[in-house]
């Protein structure tokens, strides 16, 4: 919840703000620029200044909510180091750990005490003079619409997508446990501004390229699966990615779609990494199983349904190892019936 003193401190902050610089994330997401791209029309309204410095580029797919007013400058140290060390005020969106701000990090936390965060993750070594955190919202973006509601703001067409797209995206089109009534009553208000949900879903989820549909279809026909029929496995190796050109695909929708296989608990991507002999593995899992713990025993991270690992060693090879974990982890949390 957003409490009155969220509220006010936020009025505090933006209340004749000049010169404003939005700061989120690496590789940002849908949350992460649609909370950007809205409060900076927000603010811009309001008569600022505002510029947007990340540090990796805006995906192809989510240029559609990008402002042409406010064009995101990539961190380049010689440029932006000066800026942040000046700037009077900074709004990190979407994430409030250094860790996660790559090259930025050092110049962000010399700029600390300039600086305001606003996210809905937990906060972890937070070094932000200013803070509002809010762990029950379903996305940065559905925080950014409820702080400017009291300012009687009416968003562009733009800046109503921009903020739709950080709450869909973050609550997976509004099917994660994330998804609260509130999350509706913002997609309510934004849907009464004219933001079309199947435009937006259209723009985000029905792109994909002749390469990625192929790899997925490979990748599919060769799913193996545990005695139990609890953990699915894919492998995608050099001559497969070569063959069809998917160097550069995304295959976090590959587990997607086996996470979706009734009975499955935990799903297994090996991809071949450029080069050999390193392999990239991404885990995903249902409910209480804890893929991260199994991803940090091989020197991997993430989050507790959905992690990654990078192993050296030959592609069935790292299939077979991590899968005996896997096994085992699926089966010492739901035994199968019957003992087989
Ligand atoms: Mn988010």
Same mark, same amino acid.
């Given at each position: 919840m957003i409490r009155p003193a969220d509220h006010e401190l936020f009025r505090r902050r933006i209340e004749g703000a000049g010169d404003v610089v939005l700061v989120t994330h690496i590789n940002p997401d849908g949350d992460a620029l649609g909370s950007q791209f809205g409060l900076a029309a927000f603010l811009l309204e309001r008569g600022a200044r505002v510029r947007i410095v990340n540090h990796d580029p805006t995906p192809e797919l989510l240029s559609f909510i990008a402002d042409p007013v406010v064009p995101v400058e990539l961190y380049d140290s010689t440029t932006h180091d000066a800026l942040l060390a000046s700037v009077p005020t900074i709004v990190l969106l979407d994430n409030s750990a250094p860790d996660r701000l790559g090259r930025m990090e050092r110049p962000m936390v010399a700029a600390a005490e300039r600086t305001l965060c606003i996210d809905h993750?937990?906060?972890?070594d937070a070094p932000w003079a200013e803070t509002i955190v809010? %762990?029950?919202?379903?996305a940065t973006a559905a925080m950014v619409w409820e702080l400017t509601r009291p300012f009687d703001w009416t968003p562009s067409a733009r800046a109503a997508d921009a903020i739709y797209v950080g709450l869909a995206t973050d609550t997976g089109f509004f099917r994660y446990n994330s998804t609260s009534s509130r999350a509706h009553r913002v997609a309510a208000d934004l849907l009464a501004l004219g933001v079309r949900p199947a435009r937006i879903f259209r723009q985000i989820y029905e792109r994909n390229s002749v390469a990625f549909t192929r790899l997925l279809g490979h990748a599919l026909a060769g799913l193996r699966l545990n005695d139990a029929a609890t953990v699915a496995s894919v492998l995608i190796d050099r001559e497969l990615l070569e063959r069809l050109d998917a160097e550069h695909e995304d295959t976090t929708e590959i587990t997607t779609t086996l996470l979706a296989l009734d009975g499955v608990r935990i799903v297994l991507l090996f991809r071949e990494l450029a080069g050999g002999g390193r392999v990239k593995v991404s885990l995903r899992s249902k409910g209480?199983?804890? %893929?991260h713990a199994l991803a940090t025993e091989f020197g991997g991270g993430g989050h507790r349904n959905a992690s990654g690992i990078v192993m050296e060693g030959a592609l069935d090879e790292v299939a077979r190892i991590v899968g005996a974990r896997a096994d085992a982890l699926a089966a010492a949390h739901d035994p199968p019936a019957g003992g087989r």
């Open positions: 993750h937990p906060m972890r809010d %762990v029950g919202s379903c209480e199983i804890d %893929v």
